[in-house]
């Protein structure tokens, strides 16, 4: 079982659309997630971060985890054509950032 | 503010060959990183730095030597290139523990013929 899970994609929503973005993970005592945008031949862009319950908010972006169901989301509201790009959900697990393999999501005008 | 500065931005080298990979940071962050990333794979940590002076061995560690050359450099030695090692080499750095976000560099291509 890989320590973080996402899929692999592609996520296809039309423009206006919410993206819904999954990841789960296999340590319980992790603490702290994050999740990253990578544009294609670019490095990973910081997003968001989330380290308790329940949901944060950020613009158009929203994280939500689930310690109990060890699950943690990325939601993003009104998607357009700048969206498309590669999430990495990265989580804290023995001290150290362990990434998923990333979801590629497209967002079609 | 550069943030995390990584150089070359391309490498080519063939089986055999030595080099290392440089990154420096000027956010006065403690914490410092690298990952490489292949198709398929995500992010695998291979070493990291917690603070000045030590470092720790991640995932992928074998095939790799780094140094903590002070607070702001951390490099990447690769003795005895193999083209397994052929991939995209980011670094990264966070003010204190990986509970903070990590914070990356545009990354080296390196590959080994």
């Known amino acids: 079982q890989k320590e973080v899970e996402q899929n692999s994609g592609p996520l296809s929503v039309p423009e206006g659309a919410i993206a819904s973005l999954n990841c789960t993970y296999s340590d319980r005592g992790s603490q702290s997630f994050f999740w990253y945008r990578q544009y294609s031949g670019k490095s990973p862009e910081l997003i968001m971060f989330?380290?308790?319950?329940g949901d944060k908010e950020d613009g158009r972006f929203t994280a939500q985890l689930n310690k109990a169901s060890q699950y943690v989301s990325l939601l993003i509201r009104d998607s357009q054509p700048s969206d498309s790009a590669t999430y990495l959900c990265a989580v804290n697990q023995g001290g150290k950032l362990i990434f998923g393999q990333g979801t590629e999501l497209s967002v079609k005008p | 503010n550069a943030g995390v500065t990584q150089t070359p931005k391309f490498q080519v080298l063939k089986t055999g060959q030595s080099m290392t990979l440089q990154c420096a940071q000027d956010?006065?962050?403690?914490?410092m990183y690298w990952y490489r990333q292949d198709p398929g794979m995500g992010l695998r940590l291979i070493y990291y730095?917690?603070?000045?002076?030590?470092?720790d061995k991640g995932e992928v560690p074998n095939g790799y030597n780094v140094s903590r050359l002070n607070k702001r450099e951390f490099s990447l030695r690769l003795e005895s290139a193999a083209p397994s090692q052929t991939s995209v080499y980011f670094c990264?750095?966070?003010?204190?523990?990986?509970?903070?976000?990590?914070?990356f560099g545009d990354g080296t291509r390196l590959s080994i013929l």
């Open positions: 989330i380290y308790s319950n």
């Open positions: 956010m006065n962050h403690n914490s």
């Open positions: 990264a750095s966070s003010e204190n523990s990986p509970h903070q976000p990590q914070h």
């Open positions: 730095s917690a603070s000045e002076g030590t470092t």
